[in-house]
Protein backbone atom coordinates (compact mmCIF):
# COMPACT_ATOMS: atom_id res chain seq x y z
CA UNK A 1 0.00 0.00 0.00
CA UNK A 2 1.42 3.39 -0.66
CA UNK A 3 1.88 4.33 2.76
CA UNK A 4 3.03 1.10 3.79
CA UNK A 5 6.06 1.61 6.07
CA UNK A 6 5.60 4.94 7.35
CA UNK A 7 4.71 4.76 11.44
CA UNK A 8 2.50 7.10 12.99
CA UNK A 9 2.07 8.33 16.69
CA UNK A 10 -1.59 9.55 17.12
CA UNK A 11 -2.32 11.63 20.11
CA UNK A 12 -6.04 10.23 20.96
CA UNK A 13 -8.63 13.18 20.06
CA UNK A 14 -12.02 13.42 19.42
CA UNK A 15 -13.35 12.82 15.52
CA UNK A 16 -10.73 14.85 12.87
CA UNK A 17 -7.29 13.53 14.61
CA UNK A 18 -8.80 9.63 14.84
CA UNK A 19 -10.10 10.45 10.54
CA UNK A 20 -6.76 11.33 10.19
CA UNK A 21 -5.36 8.68 11.53
CA UNK A 22 -7.88 6.11 9.63
CA UNK A 23 -7.17 7.54 6.29
CA UNK A 24 -3.40 6.75 6.69
CA UNK A 25 -3.90 3.66 8.47
CA UNK A 26 -6.49 2.66 5.31
CA UNK A 27 -3.23 3.63 3.09
CA UNK A 28 -0.55 1.01 4.62
CA UNK A 29 0.50 3.37 7.91
CA UNK A 30 1.34 1.57 11.13
CA UNK A 31 -0.74 4.36 13.37
CA UNK A 32 -0.09 4.09 17.60
CA UNK A 33 -2.90 5.76 18.70
CA UNK A 34 -1.83 6.66 22.64
CA UNK A 35 -4.95 7.04 24.66
CA UNK A 36 -5.23 8.09 28.33
CA UNK A 37 -5.10 5.30 31.11
CA UNK A 38 -8.57 6.32 32.72
CA UNK A 39 -10.26 6.27 29.85
CA UNK A 40 -12.75 3.72 30.27
CA UNK A 41 -14.29 3.92 27.00
CA UNK A 42 -12.80 5.33 23.56
CA UNK A 43 -14.48 7.69 21.83
CA UNK A 44 -12.25 6.70 18.87
CA UNK A 45 -15.33 5.10 16.27
CA UNK A 46 -12.84 5.70 13.05
CA UNK A 47 -10.36 3.47 14.77
CA UNK A 48 -10.05 0.68 12.07
CA UNK A 49 -6.49 -0.75 11.42
CA UNK A 50 -5.04 1.38 14.36
CA UNK A 51 -3.27 0.10 17.70
CA UNK A 52 -3.39 1.58 21.06
CA UNK A 53 -1.36 2.29 24.09
CA UNK A 54 -2.42 4.13 27.23
CA UNK A 55 0.22 6.44 28.67
CA UNK A 56 -0.42 8.36 31.36
CA UNK A 57 0.85 12.09 30.12
CA UNK A 58 0.54 13.77 33.32
CA UNK A 59 3.31 11.23 34.89
CA UNK A 60 7.00 12.29 33.60
CA UNK A 61 7.67 8.90 32.74
CA UNK A 62 4.33 8.37 30.34
CA UNK A 63 6.16 11.40 28.74
CA UNK A 64 9.52 10.12 28.15
CA UNK A 65 7.81 6.96 26.64
CA UNK A 66 5.65 9.28 24.31
CA UNK A 67 8.86 10.66 23.58
CA UNK A 68 10.88 7.83 22.66
CA UNK A 69 7.88 6.19 20.52
CA UNK A 70 7.81 9.78 18.50
CA UNK A 71 11.33 10.30 17.97
CA UNK A 72 11.31 6.41 16.38
CA UNK A 73 8.36 7.28 14.06
CA UNK A 74 7.65 9.52 11.15
CA UNK A 75 4.64 11.51 12.19
CA UNK A 76 3.29 12.77 14.79
CA UNK A 77 -0.38 13.73 14.32
CA UNK A 78 -1.38 15.65 17.63
CA UNK A 79 -4.78 17.14 18.24
CA UNK A 80 -4.98 19.25 20.99
CA UNK A 81 -5.34 22.52 22.41
CA UNK A 82 -2.71 25.19 20.88
CA UNK A 83 0.53 24.77 23.58
CA UNK A 84 0.09 21.64 25.50
CA UNK A 85 2.51 19.45 23.49
CA UNK A 86 5.02 22.17 24.78
CA UNK A 87 3.57 21.62 28.16
CA UNK A 88 4.37 18.16 28.20
CA UNK A 89 7.83 19.03 26.75
CA UNK A 90 6.69 17.69 23.41
CA UNK A 91 6.52 20.16 21.41
CA UNK A 92 7.97 20.63 17.65
CA UNK A 93 11.19 22.04 18.72
CA UNK A 94 11.85 18.99 21.71
CA UNK A 95 11.11 16.21 18.98
CA UNK A 96 12.20 17.89 15.62
CA UNK A 97 15.72 18.27 17.92
CA UNK A 98 16.12 14.26 18.18
CA UNK A 99 13.97 13.55 14.84
CA UNK A 100 14.86 16.03 12.59
CA UNK A 101 12.99 13.93 9.83
CA UNK A 102 9.67 14.20 11.66
CA UNK A 103 6.59 15.37 10.60
CA UNK A 104 4.64 17.06 13.23
CA UNK A 105 0.85 17.30 12.46
CA UNK A 106 -0.65 19.62 14.52
CA UNK A 107 -4.32 19.26 13.80
CA UNK A 108 -6.70 22.35 15.73
CA UNK A 109 -9.84 24.49 14.96
CA UNK A 110 -8.05 28.11 14.84
CA UNK A 111 -4.42 27.44 13.88
CA UNK A 112 -1.18 27.54 15.73
CA UNK A 113 -1.66 31.68 16.00
CA UNK A 114 -4.07 34.25 16.11
CA UNK A 115 -6.33 35.46 18.97
CA UNK A 116 -8.61 32.33 18.72
CA UNK A 117 -5.44 29.98 18.82
CA UNK A 118 -6.01 28.87 22.57
CA UNK A 119 -10.06 28.52 22.53
CA UNK A 120 -11.46 25.90 22.66
CA UNK A 121 -14.75 24.73 19.73
CA UNK A 122 -15.85 22.31 17.44
CA UNK A 123 -16.87 22.17 14.19
CA UNK A 124 -19.88 24.79 13.66
CA UNK A 125 -17.66 27.54 15.35
CA UNK A 126 -14.70 26.75 12.99
CA UNK A 127 -17.29 26.51 9.96
CA UNK A 128 -18.75 30.27 11.34
CA UNK A 129 -15.20 31.28 11.41
CA UNK A 130 -14.42 30.36 7.42
CA UNK A 131 -17.22 31.96 6.16
CA UNK A 132 -19.26 29.02 4.81
CA UNK A 133 -21.49 28.63 6.94
CA UNK A 134 -23.10 31.82 6.27
CA UNK A 135 -23.79 30.75 2.84
CA UNK A 136 -25.43 27.65 4.29
CA UNK A 137 -29.66 26.74 4.60
CA UNK A 138 -32.45 27.16 2.82
CA UNK A 139 -33.38 30.74 2.38
CA UNK A 140 -34.88 32.82 4.82
CA UNK A 141 -33.87 30.13 7.48
CA UNK A 142 -30.86 30.61 9.84
CA UNK A 143 -27.50 29.05 9.10
CA UNK A 144 -27.58 25.16 9.08
CA UNK A 145 -24.00 23.29 9.48
CA UNK A 146 -24.21 20.11 7.69
CA UNK A 147 -23.72 18.06 10.70
CA UNK A 148 -19.59 18.18 11.54
CA UNK A 149 -18.58 17.38 8.09
CA UNK A 150 -17.28 20.25 6.56
CA UNK A 151 -14.59 21.76 9.36
CA UNK A 152 -13.83 18.45 11.50
CA UNK A 153 -13.29 16.22 8.00
CA UNK A 154 -13.07 17.68 4.97
CA UNK A 155 -11.03 20.44 6.40
CA UNK A 156 -9.70 19.40 9.61
CA UNK A 157 -8.96 15.22 9.15
CA UNK A 158 -8.41 14.86 5.67
CA UNK A 159 -6.50 18.24 4.91
CA UNK A 160 -4.46 16.95 7.78
CA UNK A 161 -4.12 13.80 5.95
CA UNK A 162 -3.03 15.48 2.75
CA UNK A 163 -0.67 17.55 4.34
CA UNK A 164 1.12 14.74 5.69
CA UNK A 165 1.49 13.27 2.55
CA UNK A 166 2.95 16.27 1.13
CA UNK A 167 5.06 16.63 3.55
CA UNK A 168 5.96 12.70 3.00
CA UNK A 169 6.65 13.21 -0.17
CA UNK A 170 9.03 16.86 0.44
CA UNK A 171 10.63 14.53 3.01
CA UNK A 172 11.66 11.68 0.10
CA UNK A 173 13.87 14.49 -1.71
CA UNK A 174 15.19 16.68 1.36
CA UNK A 175 15.19 14.36 4.13
CA UNK A 176 13.69 16.65 6.62
CA UNK A 177 10.70 16.94 8.46
CA UNK A 178 8.29 20.22 9.39
CA UNK A 179 5.59 21.10 11.16
CA UNK A 180 1.97 20.91 9.37
CA UNK A 181 -0.29 23.76 11.32
CA UNK A 182 -3.74 22.21 10.42
CA UNK A 183 -6.18 25.11 10.78
CA UNK A 184 -9.84 23.84 10.66
CA UNK A 185 -10.85 27.24 9.66
CA UNK A 186 -8.83 27.61 7.08
CA UNK A 187 -9.19 23.88 5.42
CA UNK A 188 -12.89 24.19 5.39
CA UNK A 189 -12.36 27.79 3.43
CA UNK A 190 -10.01 26.07 1.26
CA UNK A 191 -12.46 22.95 0.15
CA UNK A 192 -14.73 25.99 -0.41
CA UNK A 193 -12.53 28.06 -2.81
CA UNK A 194 -15.14 27.27 -5.23
CA UNK A 195 -17.12 30.02 -3.32
CA UNK A 196 -14.66 32.81 -3.51
CA UNK A 197 -13.30 32.03 -6.79
CA UNK A 198 -16.79 31.80 -8.62
CA UNK A 199 -18.31 34.86 -7.09
CA UNK A 200 -16.86 37.25 -10.03
CA UNK A 201 -19.43 34.71 -12.25
CA UNK A 202 -22.32 36.15 -10.26
CA UNK A 203 -22.82 32.21 -8.72
CA UNK A 204 -23.46 33.83 -5.24
CA UNK A 205 -25.27 36.87 -5.96
CA UNK A 206 -28.12 35.95 -4.18
CA UNK A 207 -29.23 35.81 -0.26
CA UNK A 208 -28.80 32.67 0.90
CA UNK A 209 -30.70 29.74 -0.58
CA UNK A 210 -31.62 31.72 -3.26
CA UNK A 211 -28.94 30.71 -5.91
CA UNK A 212 -28.14 28.25 -8.31
CA UNK A 213 -26.61 25.61 -6.05
CA UNK A 214 -27.57 26.39 -2.76
CA UNK A 215 -31.13 25.25 -2.84
CA UNK A 216 -32.42 28.28 -4.70
CA UNK A 217 -32.57 26.32 -7.93
CA UNK A 218 -35.67 23.86 -9.03
CA UNK A 219 -33.70 22.01 -10.94
CA UNK A 220 -30.79 21.79 -8.34
CA UNK A 221 -33.24 20.60 -5.28
CA UNK A 222 -34.33 17.25 -3.87
CA UNK A 223 -38.22 16.22 -4.09
CA UNK A 224 -40.34 14.26 -2.53
CA UNK A 225 -42.15 11.19 -4.10
CA UNK A 226 -45.12 10.00 -3.53
CA UNK A 227 -43.51 6.86 -1.10
CA UNK A 228 -42.34 9.70 1.61
CA UNK A 229 -39.24 9.07 0.01
CA UNK A 230 -37.10 12.03 -1.85
CA UNK A 231 -34.77 12.27 -5.40
CA UNK A 232 -31.99 14.65 -6.05
CA UNK A 233 -32.57 16.72 -9.12
CA UNK A 234 -29.09 18.54 -10.63
CA UNK A 235 -30.27 19.25 -14.05
CA UNK A 236 -28.16 22.11 -14.55
CA UNK A 237 -26.94 22.27 -18.07
CA UNK A 238 -29.83 22.83 -20.72
CA UNK A 239 -29.35 19.28 -22.41
CA UNK A 240 -29.76 18.15 -19.15
CA UNK A 241 -32.71 20.12 -18.01
CA UNK A 242 -34.87 19.32 -21.66
CA UNK A 243 -34.12 15.13 -19.97
CA UNK A 244 -35.73 15.95 -17.14
CA UNK A 245 -38.93 17.69 -18.50
CA UNK A 246 -39.05 14.70 -20.54
CA UNK A 247 -38.91 12.67 -17.69
CA UNK A 248 -41.42 14.52 -15.89
CA UNK A 249 -43.51 14.91 -19.16
CA UNK A 250 -43.76 18.82 -19.02
CA UNK A 251 -43.75 20.62 -22.13
CA UNK A 252 -40.94 23.34 -22.12
CA UNK A 253 -43.48 25.58 -24.25
CA UNK A 254 -45.83 25.85 -20.65
CA UNK A 255 -43.40 26.48 -18.67
CA UNK A 256 -41.06 29.88 -17.66
CA UNK A 257 -37.67 29.78 -19.00
CA UNK A 258 -34.58 27.59 -17.00
CA UNK A 259 -33.01 30.57 -15.93
CA UNK A 260 -35.22 33.13 -15.18
CA UNK A 261 -34.85 33.50 -11.34
CA UNK A 262 -37.88 35.08 -10.55
CA UNK A 263 -39.88 32.13 -11.83
CA UNK A 264 -38.02 29.78 -9.75
CA UNK A 265 -40.48 29.46 -7.12
CA UNK A 266 -43.39 28.77 -9.43
CA UNK A 267 -41.43 25.91 -11.25
CA UNK A 268 -40.30 24.66 -8.06
CA UNK A 269 -44.18 24.33 -6.93
CA UNK A 270 -44.40 22.42 -10.70
CA UNK A 271 -41.71 19.85 -10.13
CA UNK A 272 -43.03 19.53 -6.48
CA UNK A 273 -46.11 18.75 -7.71
CA UNK A 274 -45.15 16.30 -10.15
CA UNK A 275 -42.77 14.02 -8.00
CA UNK A 276 -45.28 13.52 -5.87
CA UNK A 277 -47.02 11.51 -8.10
CA UNK A 278 -44.99 8.71 -8.15
CA UNK A 279 -42.44 6.45 -5.77
CA UNK A 280 -38.75 6.85 -5.48
CA UNK A 281 -38.80 3.61 -7.79
CA UNK A 282 -40.83 4.48 -10.18
CA UNK A 283 -38.92 7.35 -10.79
CA UNK A 284 -36.07 5.60 -10.83
CA UNK A 285 -37.20 3.33 -13.88
CA UNK A 286 -37.97 6.76 -15.76
CA UNK A 287 -34.45 8.38 -15.07
CA UNK A 288 -31.98 5.40 -14.46
CA UNK A 289 -30.16 5.35 -17.76
CA UNK A 290 -30.93 9.25 -18.84
CA UNK A 291 -28.69 12.27 -18.49
CA UNK A 292 -31.65 14.22 -16.23
CA UNK A 293 -29.11 13.82 -13.57
CA UNK A 294 -32.07 12.51 -10.78
CA UNK A 295 -30.81 9.72 -8.65
CA UNK A 296 -32.32 8.60 -5.18
CA UNK A 297 -31.57 10.03 -1.98
CA UNK A 298 -30.21 6.85 0.02
CA UNK A 299 -30.41 6.16 3.42
CA UNK A 300 -27.22 4.77 4.92
CA UNK A 301 -28.90 1.85 4.98
CA UNK A 302 -29.74 1.09 1.81
CA UNK A 303 -26.15 2.92 -0.14
CA UNK A 304 -24.83 -0.85 0.00
CA UNK A 305 -27.59 -2.31 -2.17
CA UNK A 306 -28.06 0.47 -4.84
CA UNK A 307 -26.53 -1.46 -7.93
CA UNK A 308 -24.09 1.32 -8.48
CA UNK A 309 -22.35 0.99 -4.90
CA UNK A 310 -22.39 -2.95 -5.22
CA UNK A 311 -20.55 -3.49 -8.32
CA UNK A 312 -18.12 -1.18 -7.47
CA UNK A 313 -18.36 -1.65 -3.72
CA UNK A 314 -18.05 1.56 -2.49
CA UNK A 315 -18.96 0.40 1.06
CA UNK A 316 -17.50 -2.76 3.35
CA UNK A 317 -18.68 -4.77 5.89
CA UNK A 318 -16.23 -5.26 8.62
CA UNK A 319 -15.85 -8.42 11.04
CA UNK A 320 -18.14 -7.12 13.20
CA UNK A 321 -20.81 -6.18 10.21
CA UNK A 322 -20.73 -2.70 10.22
CA UNK A 323 -20.75 -1.08 7.08
CA UNK A 324 -19.09 2.03 5.87
CA UNK A 325 -17.85 3.40 3.08
CA UNK A 326 -14.57 2.06 1.48
CA UNK A 327 -11.35 4.07 1.61
CA UNK A 328 -11.20 6.66 -0.97
CA UNK A 329 -9.64 7.12 -3.75
CA UNK A 330 -9.05 3.89 -5.32
CA UNK A 331 -5.47 3.49 -6.49
CA UNK A 332 -4.90 0.53 -9.72
CA UNK A 333 -1.67 -0.72 -8.27
CA UNK A 334 -1.41 -0.31 -4.58
CA UNK A 335 -5.03 0.28 -3.28
CA UNK A 336 -6.01 0.67 0.75
CA UNK A 337 -6.73 -2.38 2.56
CA UNK A 338 -8.80 -0.96 5.23
CA UNK A 339 -8.61 -3.37 8.28
CA UNK A 340 -11.90 -5.13 8.94
CA UNK A 341 -10.90 -7.03 12.26
CA UNK A 342 -12.28 -5.24 15.62
CA UNK A 343 -10.69 -1.80 16.85
CA UNK A 344 -8.40 -1.94 19.32
CA UNK A 345 -9.09 -1.82 23.53
CA UNK A 346 -7.45 0.79 24.82
CA UNK A 347 -4.28 -0.10 26.03
CA UNK A 348 -4.16 -3.76 23.89
CA UNK A 349 -1.39 -2.66 22.37
CA UNK A 350 1.19 -1.57 24.81
CA UNK A 351 3.23 -4.26 25.83
CA UNK A 352 3.74 -5.46 22.26
CA UNK A 353 4.58 -1.78 20.87
CA UNK A 354 6.93 -0.90 24.26
CA UNK A 355 8.89 -3.90 23.62
CA UNK A 356 9.30 -3.31 19.80
CA UNK A 357 10.45 0.19 20.69
CA UNK A 358 12.86 -1.25 22.65
CA UNK A 359 11.72 -0.64 25.68
CA UNK A 360 12.83 -2.91 28.97
CA UNK A 361 11.11 -5.54 30.56
CA UNK A 362 10.90 -3.94 34.08
CA UNK A 363 10.11 -0.05 32.48
CA UNK A 364 6.82 -2.20 30.35
CA UNK A 365 5.62 -4.12 33.17
CA UNK A 366 5.27 -0.23 35.04
CA UNK A 367 3.58 0.54 32.12
CA UNK A 368 0.87 -2.69 32.11
CA UNK A 369 -0.49 -1.61 35.28
CA UNK A 370 -3.06 -0.49 33.41
CA UNK A 371 -5.15 -3.47 32.31
CA UNK A 372 -6.60 -2.90 29.38
CA UNK A 373 -10.85 -2.46 29.26
CA UNK A 374 -11.95 -5.30 27.18
CA UNK A 375 -14.84 -2.49 25.95
CA UNK A 376 -16.07 -2.05 22.33
CA UNK A 377 -18.31 0.82 21.80
CA UNK A 378 -21.75 1.32 23.83
CA UNK A 379 -24.78 3.47 22.90
CA UNK A 380 -24.23 6.90 24.22
CA UNK A 381 -27.57 8.49 23.12
C1 LIG B 1 -16.37 12.55 19.44
C2 LIG B 1 -17.80 13.01 19.14
C3 LIG B 1 -17.82 14.00 17.98
C4 LIG B 1 -17.20 15.34 18.34
C5 LIG B 1 -17.10 16.18 17.12
C6 LIG B 1 -17.18 17.66 17.43
C7 LIG B 1 -18.35 18.25 16.70
C8 LIG B 1 -15.91 18.36 17.04
O1 LIG B 1 -15.90 19.39 16.40
S1 LIG B 1 -14.40 17.62 17.47
C9 LIG B 1 -13.19 18.87 17.16
C10 LIG B 1 -12.84 19.58 18.45
N1 LIG B 1 -11.78 20.55 18.25
C11 LIG B 1 -10.49 20.18 18.04
O2 LIG B 1 -10.15 19.02 17.98
C12 LIG B 1 -9.50 21.32 17.88
C13 LIG B 1 -8.22 21.08 18.71
N2 LIG B 1 -8.51 20.66 20.04
C14 LIG B 1 -8.97 21.53 20.99
O3 LIG B 1 -9.24 22.69 20.76
C15 LIG B 1 -9.20 20.92 22.37
O4 LIG B 1 -8.59 19.67 22.43
C16 LIG B 1 -10.70 20.74 22.70
C17 LIG B 1 -11.39 22.10 22.77
C18 LIG B 1 -11.37 19.86 21.66
C19 LIG B 1 -10.80 20.04 24.05
O5 LIG B 1 -10.15 20.87 25.01
P1 LIG B 1 -9.66 20.22 26.36
O6 LIG B 1 -9.47 21.34 27.32
O7 LIG B 1 -10.56 19.09 26.73
O8 LIG B 1 -8.26 19.53 25.98
P2 LIG B 1 -6.91 20.22 25.50
O9 LIG B 1 -6.87 21.65 25.89
O10 LIG B 1 -6.68 19.87 24.08
O11 LIG B 1 -5.80 19.46 26.38
C20 LIG B 1 -5.75 18.05 26.39
C21 LIG B 1 -5.49 17.72 27.85
O12 LIG B 1 -5.51 16.30 27.96
C22 LIG B 1 -4.26 15.88 28.50
N3 LIG B 1 -3.97 14.57 27.94
C23 LIG B 1 -3.96 14.22 26.63
N4 LIG B 1 -3.64 12.93 26.50
C24 LIG B 1 -3.42 12.45 27.77
C25 LIG B 1 -3.02 11.19 28.31
N5 LIG B 1 -2.79 10.14 27.50
N6 LIG B 1 -2.90 11.10 29.67
C26 LIG B 1 -3.14 12.15 30.47
N7 LIG B 1 -3.52 13.38 30.02
C27 LIG B 1 -3.64 13.51 28.69
C28 LIG B 1 -3.28 16.93 28.07
O13 LIG B 1 -2.12 16.88 28.87
C29 LIG B 1 -4.09 18.18 28.28
O14 LIG B 1 -4.11 18.45 29.67
P3 LIG B 1 -4.16 19.98 30.16
O15 LIG B 1 -5.50 20.50 29.79
O16 LIG B 1 -3.93 19.85 31.64
O17 LIG B 1 -3.04 20.68 29.45
C30 LIG B 1 -18.46 13.56 20.49
C31 LIG B 1 -19.88 14.05 20.20
C32 LIG B 1 -20.67 13.85 21.51
C33 LIG B 1 -19.61 13.43 22.53
C34 LIG B 1 -20.10 12.67 23.75
C35 LIG B 1 -21.11 13.54 24.55
O18 LIG B 1 -20.58 14.85 24.82
C36 LIG B 1 -21.52 12.84 25.86
C37 LIG B 1 -20.33 12.36 26.75
C38 LIG B 1 -19.70 13.59 27.46
C39 LIG B 1 -18.50 13.10 28.39
O19 LIG B 1 -17.93 14.26 29.00
C40 LIG B 1 -17.44 12.44 27.48
C41 LIG B 1 -18.08 11.23 26.79
C42 LIG B 1 -19.29 11.55 25.93
C43 LIG B 1 -19.91 10.21 25.58
C44 LIG B 1 -18.86 12.36 24.66
C45 LIG B 1 -17.83 11.59 23.83
C46 LIG B 1 -17.43 12.31 22.53
O20 LIG B 1 -16.76 13.52 22.85
C47 LIG B 1 -18.66 12.59 21.67
C48 LIG B 1 -19.26 11.29 21.19
Not at 95 to 111: C, Q, S, W
Not at 227 to 248: M, N, S, T, W
Request: aromatic letters at 8%; hydrophobic letters at 40%.
Amino acid sequence: MALAGVRVIELAGLAPAPFCGMILADFGARVIRIDRTKMAMTVDTQARGKQSVALNLKSPKGVAVLKKLCVQSDVVLEPYRKGVMEKMGLGPDDLLKENPRLIYARLTGYGQSGSYAKAAGHDINYLAMSGLLSMLGRSSEKPHAPMNLMADFAGGGLMCAFGIVLALLERSRSGQGQIIDVSMVEGAAYVGSFMWKSRSIGLWNHPRGENLLDGGAPFYDTYRTSDGKYVAVGAIEPQFYQQLLQGLDLDPADLPSQMSVSDWPKLRHTFTHVFATKTRAEWGQIFDGTDACVTPVLSQDEVVSHPHNRVRGSFLKDAQGEISPRPAPVLSRSPAEPSLSRDPFIGEHTHSVLQEYGFEKDQIEEFLSVVYVKKTRKKIF
